[in-house]
């Protein structure tokens, strides 16, 4: 091969990309305006800077690459991330070692020859050592190849559940209901919960629960996870079954008919909404108040008082009242629902937080409505 730049024989290449030959140092340097456009990074660069921000790798070749698309269960994925974390920021690896103890395949043996050698132990680090097999045989990801691999597997924890008609059909082409429902046992099989970001937070009962000052862990909606998996696991309930409860509003009367401890449901006020029913905007509200990532609805900006604001500084005033009130041990979703239906927002929010109640032109709505009354 030759230089890229100066044309002269060579054998050195790119590490990254493995495409561009150099003679030399100094001609990759000279070169490096033009050739950083067209040099993808590599999965290792990327999971390095995710490692580095501490935040989840959402790259599909990185999630795919280095395991975390093994891992069945949530909480194995932040233990993944916890241990190249200390890899990274820690022992300090590069993305380079990574790269090549990946490409070699031999990324577990130098991920303990790491640790053991610096004497670092920790907890992500015992976990690993009993998890070993989620970083055996990763393979580059192939794109739609890949993809499908992943939709296989998710394919067998569902199949079971699916009836034999829907069994002969891609899961894709099923009804929106069943569609949504198979995401929830995913979700629950995986020994997860739906994330506050996902429509099924909201159609599976979770926006009933109660928060608290720390959204990371939340009870109640782990209570009602356990519930599902109760339903699901110990008493095998087909989707079909499952389904034709959400379509009639009746999933809680499943829950109870089929689990133990159900009492709990009423004692909370823990509410499946049908598919059919009619769901209040309160918990559409909640979910943008607890989420960053939601965007403002129209149902919740003409009921709670957001088209009322003129300038983004007034919106996001509303949005941190409303997430204080949400976690506030006195607020009730219905009791809000009821004030806002009957026009008195600014007298439910100033009897919970006195002193947080913004300008009262700002939680104005058009209730109540003759219908409501």
């Given at each position: 091969?030759?230089?890229?730049?100066?044309?002269?024989?060579?054998?050195k290449y790119c590490s990254r990309c493995q495409t561009k030959y150099y003679?030399?140092?100094?001609?990759?340097?000279?070169?490096?305006?033009?050739?950083?456009?067209?040099?993808?990074?590599?999965?290792?660069?990327?999971?390095?800077?995710?490692?580095?921000?501490?935040?989840?790798?959402?790259?599909?070749?990185?999630?795919?690459?280095?395991?975390?698309?093994?891992?069945?269960?949530?909480?194995?994925?932040?233990?993944?991330?916890?241990?190249?974390?200390?890899?990274?920021?820690?022992?300090?690896?590069?993305?380079?070692?990574?790269?090549?103890?990946?490409?070699?395949?031999?990324?577990?043996?130098?991920?303990?020859?790491?640790?053991?050698?610096?004497?670092?132990?920790?907890?992500?680090?015992?976990?690993?050592?009993?998890?070993?097999?989620?970083?055996?045989?990763?393979?580059?990801?192939?794109?739609?190849?890949?993809?499908?691999?992943?939709?296989?597997?998710?394919?067998?924890?569902?199949?079971?559940?699916?009836?034999?008609?829907?069994?002969?059909?891609?899961?894709?082409?099923?009804?929106?209901?069943?569609?949504?429902?198979?995401?929830?046992y995913l979700i629950i099989l995986m020994g997860c919960i739906p994330n506050?970001?996902?429509?099924?937070?909201?159609?599976?009962?979770?926006?009933?629960?109660?928060?608290?000052?720390?959204?990371?862990?939340?009870?109640?909606?782990?209570?009602?996870?356990?519930?599902?998996?109760?339903?699901?696991?110990?008493?095998?309930?087909?989707?079909?079954?499952?389904?034709?409860?959400?379509?009639?509003?009746?999933?809680?009367?499943?829950?109870?008919?089929?689990?133990?401890?159900?009492?709990?449901?009423?004692?909370?006020?823990?509410?499946?909404?049908?598919?059919?029913?009619?769901?209040?905007?309160?918990?559409?509200?909640?979910?943008?108040?607890?989420?960053?990532?939601?965007?403002?609805?129209?149902?919740?900006?003409?009921?709670?008082?957001?088209?009322?604001?003129?300038?983004?500084?007034?919106?996001?005033?509303?949005?941190?009242?409303?997430?204080?009130?949400?976690?506030?041990?006195?607020?009730?979703?219905?009791?809000?629902?009821?004030?806002?239906?009957?026009?008195?927002?600014?007298?439910?929010?100033?009897?919970?937080?006195?002193?947080?109640?913004?300008?009262?032109?700002?939680?104005?709505?058009?209730?109540?409505?003759?219908?409501?009354?």
């Open positions: 091969m030759e230089c890229s730049l100066c044309k002269k024989p060579t054998i003679c030399s140092s100094s001609c990759q340097k000279k070169d490096y305006k033009n050739h950083k456009v067209e040099c993808p990074p590599r999965s290792a660069d990327i999971l390095v800077k995710n490692a580095f921000e501490d935040l989840m790798p959402t790259n599909d070749a990185v999630l795919y690459e280095y395991g975390f698309s093994n891992c069945m269960k949530e909480q194995d994925k932040t233990m993944l991330l916890g241990l190249y974390i200390g890899l990274i920021t820690i022992i300090g690896c590069s993305a380079s070692q990574i790269h090549s103890w990946w490409e070699n395949g031999e990324l577990p043996i130098n991920i303990k020859k790491a640790y053991d050698d610096g004497g670092f132990t920790s907890g992500y680090y015992r976990w690993f050592l009993k998890n070993e097999h989620l970083l055996q045989d990763l393979r580059k990801y192939e794109g739609e190849k890949s993809d499908k691999s992943i939709a296989d597997k998710y394919l067998a924890m569902i199949k079971p559940y699916l009836s034999e008609q829907d069994q002969k059909v891609s899961l894709k082409s099923l009804s929106e209901s069943k569609c949504k429902i198979v995401s929830l506050v970001e996902q429509d099924i937070w909201i159609d599976f009962g979770f926006c009933t629960c109660k928060v608290s000052q720390d959204r990371l862990g939340e009870e109640d909606e782990k209570r009602l996870g356990e519930l599902y998996r109760e339903l699901i696991v110990q008493r095998s309930c087909m989707i079909d079954e499952f389904d034709d409860a959400f379509m009639s509003g009746s999933v809680i009367d499943l829950l109870k008919r089929k689990c133990d401890d159900s009492s709990w449901l009423s004692e909370n006020k823990i509410e499946v909404f049908g598919r059919k029913q009619f769901r209040p905007s309160v918990f559409s509200l909640k979910q943008y108040a607890l989420s960053e990532s939601v965007h403002l609805s129209l149902p919740v900006m003409a009921d709670y008082g957001f088209k009322n604001c003129r300038t983004g500084d007034e919106i996001n005033q509303l949005r941190q009242m409303y997430k204080k009130l949400i976690k506030t041990p006195q607020f009730d979703p219905w009791e809000l629902h009821k004030a806002c239906v009957s026009g008195k927002i600014f007298d439910y929010v100033r009897s919970i937080l006195p002193n947080e109640v913004p300008k009262p032109y700002l939680l104005k709505n058009l209730y109540p409505l003759e219908r409501f009354e």
